[in-house]
């Protein structure tokens, strides 16, 4: 059976450094056994992915948005690892929550999640399956169309 930074190795992933935060917040921080992500932007080397990264999503943007919703879970997951100190000492993905910056009328937030959610799949395995919530917002910070956050449960404590 893999571990975990096995299997982010196997499968190819490379995890970004953890972006700079644009406010006075941590990107992830340990509360006992748990560590709660702040919400992480599609940010590739500082700026937002291009396309898909930025503005509101429509139908016709899904498939971008599906993409930088992957991005912003790997910042998630590169925040968690840091405070983990190693993906091998995460035992459950608890929660994933993504907010999709949605034009009016789109309503496939869930369907952009899954960007999200399947990343995680892949790294975590068994470990990754998570509840999530998939909301739909007028808009985000920097004008982001996704942003994600993660509670995790850590064997290191």
């Excluded at 941590?26 to 006992?32: E, F, T, V, Y």
């Excluded at 405070?83 to 952009?112: M, P, R």
């Amino acid at each position: 059976m893999l571990t975990n930074e096995e299997r982010l190795i196997k499968a190819g992933i490379v995890l970004p450094e953890i972006p700079m935060p644009a406010g006075l917040y941590q990107p992830a921080i340990r509360a006992g056994g748990m560590i709660y992500t702040s919400g992480q932007l599609p940010l590739v080397n500082g700026e937002l992915l291009n396309p898909g990264g930025r503005g509101c999503v429509t139908n016709e943007r899904e498939h971008e948005a599906i993409n930088a919703a992957r991005v912003a879970a790997l910042n998630a997951v590169a925040a968690v690892r840091v405070v983990a100190g190693s993906l091998d000492n995460i035992s459950q993905i608890v929660k994933l929550t993504v907010y999709v910056s949605s034009a009016d009328g789109f309503t496939n937030q869930h369907k952009v999640a899954n960007g999200a959610s399947e990343i995680i799949g892949e790294i975590f395995g068994e470990e990754g399956r998570h509840v999530r919530s998939a909301v739909g917002v007028k808009s985000l910070p920097l004008n982001a169309s996704i942003e994600v956050d993660l509670l995790v449960i850590s064997m290191d404590f």
